[in-house]
């Protein structure tokens, strides 16, 4: 049996490090390292969501964003 509280690299870990990432961007805004990449992603795929024709702005740029949240939370 595996015990959930001590794997490392897996479980909630990543949801506490999104929290903190987000409250972080939120609370520094632009001065936080991680705001940049994030929008720049969000813009992205905004622009991709409006070029494709299944996909809307809207769902491309929360996709964008979220990429490149999860790119950096990885780190």
């Not at 024709?53 to 979220?66: E, F, M, T, Y």
Request: charged share 15%; net charge neutral.
């Amino acid at each position: 049996m595996v015990d959930q509280n001590n794997n490392s690299g897996g479980g909630q870990d990543w949801v506490e490090d999104v929290k903190a990432e987000v409250t972080g961007m939120a609370k520094e805004g632009m001065h936080h390292p991680s705001t940049k990449p994030v929008l720049t992603g969000a813009a992205v795929g905004a622009v991709a969501g409006a070029v494709l024709p299944l996909v809307s702005w809207p769902i491309g740029l929360i996709a964008g964003a979220g990429f490149m949240l999860y790119n950096r939370i990885k780190k």
